[in-house]
Each structure stands twice: as structure tokens, then as C-alpha cells.
């Protein structure tokens, strides 16, 4: 796994700035970088340089949050809110994966759609079925893909087809299939997976707590997406402080070097905002699906201010795209509309932060990913931008720009994750 990339070369260090290299070197070794250079040092002479041209080389994009069942549905129910789709669409659709024949065919479809773009590494939520969760990660460790993995929790307040017997039961399967995965995978990894505070009682909870402090599992689960569900969440827990204090009275709000997620946050401010910051959460951002399920448009300036670690994710199926590109867009558009219409004081993404987040600020979650300097794990996507035609000469951060607003799967030649390439592009 040693060997040298040769292109234009472009990531962060920092969120505000942009390291751009034009016909650079990009060193690979045993998996890590060992950094970006406009001459090959003499002790990388040695190592097979592949050479890309006039591509652009970028560090593989991070998906923080993403449903694989409900890729499948896609596109549907989107003139509904949250939780009207979730009983409508989402909910109906999950409980199939009890079949183990119909989730290898859906989930067939899921790895090959993110095997084929430019993430290299997701955090996925599956569905409450053990044996179709195992299947997903299975799968998804045949790519080469770097992922953590939920199985769902869900004991109340949902369908009778989509709802565990109980806590106990949810709490055994749970732990049976943690130890199924350490025996398992290296690259699918499990995370902690309460779908929301709604739909997990607090007997599950402190188990799940429980099960986080003996495994040092990381957590996922969705915080302050809609109004109406801030609203059942407070009916529910009326002594909780915050929505994000029904899972931090449990211990499943990060505080611990295993890390947690949290989707959306929408409508976190106050106390929960502090928490996110004290707890070290990450956020996730979704802005396709929060505009899909008029969820609303996510503070993402103000949290960047306050040192919240943000990233962005798919959310599909509340978001209709995998592709990570498309995430950046809309998380700038978004922050436009709430420069504009909410806060002036809050001005709009750059390019350089929505590569950022789409990149590092995403990564960190994963540990030393998302940048090329020395030392972090080499994960690379090579985008032929070339069909983008223009007479005009365009700088490296315009075709930057023009790859985060026009980029699909397509224009994604080749893909390296840990230094092993996933993805060789037919079209050479």
C-alpha cells in the first residue's frame, strides 16, 4: 500500500482555507499520508505513481447519517413532515426487512449506490432485524467502504410490525449482535442505535446506557428535527431539560471517547446547544432532507461559532440523493436562506467550509480522516470534471466550486479508502 497519486490536489487543514497543489504529489504509505508535495521527495522515489492528469484529487467524502432501508423509497412522501412520512412511508417500508431475501435485494441496491460515489466512509442506520443488519455490514465490508452500523431500537410507540417485545428482548439482541460483529468485520462497525427518544422507553435507554459503558460503543439517533417532534418528546419526558437530555440522563449523548451523533438538531439551542458543545456531540446536518420534511433550516453558523462539531449527512430517504456533493450544495444554500430570512449575523457557508464538513469536519468522527496531511488515513476520490465545459480559465478552487454544485456519480474515475482502492471507474 505504498504509492504516489499525481494531480491537482485539494483539501483542508482548516475549515476557513483551502490547500490547493496543481499537478502535486500525494504520498500513500501503509495506508496513511505521509502528506501533499509539489516535488516527490527522494524517499518516495521508489513508489509507483499513478498519474491523473488534469483530475482533481480530493480527500473521500463523510456521510454522517444515513438510512439504508429506506433507500429503496426514495423520493416518496415528500410533501409530508417528519412523522407523518414515518407512519406513512418509513415505518411500512422497515418492517420488510424482517425478510431476509427482500433486505438482500434492497440493501444490493443501497452498497452499490454508495459504493459508487464519492463516500468513502457512513454512518448507516439499518432497522431493528438482526439478521438483515448483519447482512447490511456484510455487506457493505465486501466494498471496502469504512462504516459504523446500527441496529435499530424501537419498544414503543411504533407499528406492531416495526416494534421489539420489549426492552429486555431489545437489549438481548442488541448485545448478541455486538459480539456477532467483533467476530466478524473490521471495516463494518457497530454504533449504538436508539431511533429517537419516542420510540425507545426509558427501561431501553438505560440499558442501552449500560451496554455503552461495557462495549465503549459510539452513539447515533435524531435530536430536534421537527417542531411537532420537540413537542411529543417534551409530553413524554416532561422532566428533561432539553430533547437532548433524554439521552444524556442515560449516558448515550457523547462525554466519552467513543463519541456520539446526533441528526439534524434543527431546533437546539439554549441548554441543548451547551450540551452539544460539553458533550463533544457531533452534529449532523442534513439540509436536502430538512428542506424535503420542511423541518426547518439548521443554525450550522452559530454552531460552528460556538465550537459544535459539525459534518453533513444524506439522510436518505428524508434526503433523495447518497451523494455527498449534493450535501455540500444544499448546506450552503441553506445557510444563505438563513443569513437572509433569520439571522444576518449568521452569513452564509463557503466553499472551503462546506469541503470541510463534507470532509474533515465529518471525519474527525472516524479519528484522522477526511484531510491529506501527514499522518491521516488515506482515503482519496479522483473527479473528472472534464465534461464541465467552459471557454473560460478556471482557477482549481472555481472547479472546486463547480464539482460541489454539478458532480454526480459519475464523475467520480477512482476511489481509495485506507489506501485500498474501492472504486475503478470503466471509463479510462
Partial sequence: MNFVLKGNIIYNKSANTLHLLKNGYLVCE???????????PDEFSQYPVTYYGDKIIL???????VHAPQHSIRGMGMDLELLDWLNRYIFEEESNY????YARAAYSYFVEDLKGGATSRAVVFATIHTPATLLLMEMLESTGLVSFVGKVNMDRNSPTLLMEEGASESLKDTEHWIREVSLRFQKS??????RFTP???DELMEGLGELQRKYQLPVQSHLSENPGEIAWVKEISPSSSCYGDTYDKFGLFGGTDAGAIMAHCVWSEGI?????KKNKVFVAHCPNSNTNLSSGIAPIRRFIRKGIHVGLGSDVAGGTHTNM??????AIQMSKLYWRLINKDDYPLTVPEALYLGTRGGGQFFGKVG???EGYEFDAVVVDDSSFVTPKELTLENRLERIIYLAEHHHVFEKYVQGNKVKANDKK
Fill in 371 to 373: 484531510s491529506f496531511e
Fill in 272 to 276: 441543548e446547544e451547551e450540551l452539544l
Fill in 325 to 330: 456533493f449534493r450535501a455540500m450544495a444544499d
Fill in 189 to 194: 462497525l457497530p454504533i449504538l442505535t436508539p
Fill in 59 to 65: 480527500p473521500g467524502l463523510i456521510d454522517l447519517h
Fill in 199 to 201: 420510540s425507545c422507553s
Fill in 98 to 101: 424482517s425478510d431476509l431475501d
Fill in 30 to 40: 501503509n495506508g496513511l499520508s505521509k502528506g501533499v508535495f509539489e516535488q516527490l
